[in-house]
């Protein structure tokens, strides 16, 4: 691609625009220039959405992208100012929330039956290793089989996997949900972790180079922590991501 003088002397600039050109050239690292620049317009609009149940995190990382890709799409020379075409394309985020509220809640009703369902599903895993059957769960929670596969019927693997790390114990398509919904906000969270909060996350989904471990006992035993507190940081992290 050739650049004309006028596109030259503009990226040489420090303006919005000149970093847009930069970027579209194909300098991606200035792309943390204009997030940091606009944070603040991103985040203004991502608490406009507050009253939606959907992490900040996840909205302010659907920011970021929003922001990736209005600097690939924006036109220099068109006369608007970039911030003004930023912000007119973070109408976006609206959507977004909305799209994504009912994955992210439920009443309180549901919550108190998904939370009985975990704590059994956790419980005998820990206690035989593997993925309980329908039937153990079933005489677990005083339930029948029928009734066992109904509830799961009913809920979608994202609805199974909503209250994140709470429990990652599960099938390989809830351990897929729970990273595709949830992954936006717990890695916006993770950099502000502690370090033991840090390496029980990593072992509990597999992230950042780490094995993916099942259950508390295998993160201790990995980790040298105590189960029980691998099992707090987890539910704390959970909570800190329904939260956000």
């Not at 439920?106 to 009985?116: A, D, G, T, V």
Request: aromatic content about 8%.
């Amino acid at each position: 691609m050739i650049f004309d003088e006028a596109f030259k002397k503009l990226a040489a600039e420090n303006t919005d625009e000149a970093l847009v050109v930069k970027y579209q050239k194909g300098e991606l690292s200035v792309i943390n220039e204009l997030a940091s620049r606009h944070q603040d317009l991103i985040g203004y609009k991502a608490n406009g959405l507050r009253s939606v149940p959907v992490p900040m995190p996840a909205l302010e990382g659907e920011g970021l992208k929003i922001l990736a890709s209005s600097a690939r799409r924006f036109k220099t020379g068109a006369g608007a100012q970039f911030r003004t075409f930023l912000e007119s394309n973070l109408r976006g985020l609206n959507r977004y929330a909305h799209e994504n509220k009912n994955v992210l809640h439920f009443p309180e009703n549901k919550r108190l039956l998904i939370s009985k369902y975990k704590a059994a599903v956790e419980q005998l895993t820990n206690q035989t290793g593997r993925t309980p059957a329908d039937w153990q769960i079933a005489d677990a929670l005083g339930w029948s089989v029928p009734e066992i596969a109904k509830f799961k019927s009913k809920l979608d693997q994202r609805e199974l996997a909503a209250s994140g790390l709470e429990n990652l114990v599960g099938t390989e398509q809830e351990d897929e949900a729970v990273v595709s919904r949830k992954e936006e906000a717990a890695e916006f969270m993770y950099y502000s972790l502690t370090n033991e909060e840090k390496v029980v996350y990593d072992y509990a989904l597999g992230r950042h180079g780490k094995m993916k471990l099942r259950t508390d006992g295998e993160i201790a035993r990995v980790t040298g922590l105590n189960p029980s507190k691998v099992n707090r940081i987890r539910k704390n992290l959970a909570s800190r991501v329904q939260s956000s």
